[in-house]
Every structure is written in C-alpha cells, then in structure tokens.
T-cell receptor, first 111, second 114 residues
C-alpha cells in the first residue's frame, strides 16, 4: 500500500520555468524528507521538515509541510538542467525506523 | 570518505540459488535499512535495524533475511531467489537515534533472477 502519493509522475520543462511537485497522504507524519536521485546513484537528502506549516528554502528550491503534516510540496524556481532527477518524498509516522517513500516524480529540465 | 558500500553492484542469477548482497558503512551509524526500487512503486522498505542484533520487518520482507552482527555491516540474504525479486536494491544508514534522520544510501545493487 502506497501511503504517499506523489504528483505528477513525470514533468518535462524548459530551463527557466518554475515547477511544483506534490506529496500527499491520508496519514500524519512526524517528519517528511525530500530526496533527489540521479541515474545510477542512490537518493540524496535535500531537506527534512518536521513542523506543520514549516517552509524551508534551499537556494531555488522551496519546501513546504502542510499544516496537518499530511502533505508537502517542492517548488523549484527558474529550473536549470542540473535540477533534472527523480524527486522522492519520504515520511516517518509514529513507528520509528519505518520511513516510507512515495513513487517519485521524474523531472527533466531541458536547456 | 564517508560512504555506504554495496556489493555486488550487478548480479544475474537463477531461481533458487542462494545469494547475499553485502552492505557496509564507515560512519558508525546505528540505523541501517534495505530498500528495493521498482518502476512506479518507488522505494519499498524490506528490513531495518536500529542497532546490533536488533532487526525488524519493513513493508516487503517476504523472501528476504538480514542479520546485524556488527554495527558496520548489514547483509541482505535471499535464500531462494525468485523472478519477482528482480529489482534494484539499496542499502542505507543513518546516525539519528530519535528518528530515522538523514539516510545515506549506497549506489545500489541491480539483481536479475532468471
């Protein structure tokens, strides 16, 4: 059972455009992480959000955790080809150790 | 260099032939976990370990075994592999002791079971 639903599954945009990726669930999470994965490599952590309503910025990336801690979004401003990758959200519920991942959003940014 | 090392990176085997995928981390992390990644399904947790001699099932443990005899190593054992275990496997570790924390992933092991 996929507790975390990511949308869209695939996103292709031109360099300079903005994009938003969504991560939704019916479950409440104590924390939520965003990872980026490039071909042939393991995922790499971008950010962790833990407080409902929290907003974190990482250069051109803005992450938001929903007030009810059930959903999150990732917004990229002025996307660059280096932003290309598979973006994964991962949530941890009350069961410590069981970090569950969404299926991911494949983002392709063309020059 | 801090890293999680998996071996082998690629393996083709046949149904029923026991195999082990090794995982080693050099960061003195308490927590280690195995995931499999399949198209459209994302990463699904197989087993995890919070410390030496402490292991627990993830979401898809059937057909797999693990052990944690040393802090740095967390091998994944497929006693009798079947074609539905063909997948990309990732080992990950974390330092945190109050939640999962930042996961550091290995480069992955691509397994094909014929």
């Amino acid at each position: 059972t996929q507790l975390l639903e990511q949308s869209p599954q695939f996103l292709s945009i031109q360099e300079g455009e903005n994009l938003t990726v969504y991560c939704n669930s019916s479950s409440v999470f104590s924390s939520l992480q965003w990872y980026r994965q490039e071909p042939g490599e393991g995922p790499v952590l971008l950010v962790t959000v833990v407080t409902g309503g929290e907003v974190k910025k990482l250069k051109r990336l803005t992450f938001q955790f929903g007030d009810a801690r059930k959903d999150s979004s990732l917004h990229i401003t002025a996307a660059q080809p280096g932003d290309t990758g598979l973006y994964l959200c991962a949530g941890e519920s009350d069961s410590w150790g069981k970090l569950q991942f969404g299926a991911g959003t494949q983002v392709v940014v063309t020059p | 260099e801090a890293q999680v090392t998996q071996n082998p990176r690629y393996l083709i085997t046949v149904t029923g032939k026991k195999l082990t995928v090794t995982c080693s981390q050099n960061m003195n992390h308490e927590y280690m976990s195995w995931y499999r990644q399949d198209p459209g399904l994302g990463l699904r947790q197989i087993y995890y370990s919070m410390n030496v001699e402490v292991t627990d099932k993830g979401d898809v443990p059937e057909g797999y075994k693990v052990s944690r005899k040393e802090k740095r190593n967390f091998p994944l054992i497929l006693e009798s592999p079947s074609p539905n275990q063909t997948s990309l496997y990732f080992c990950a570790s974390s330092f945190s002791n109050y939640n999962t924390g930042e996961l550091f992933f290995g480069e992955g092991s691509r397994l094909t079971v014929l």
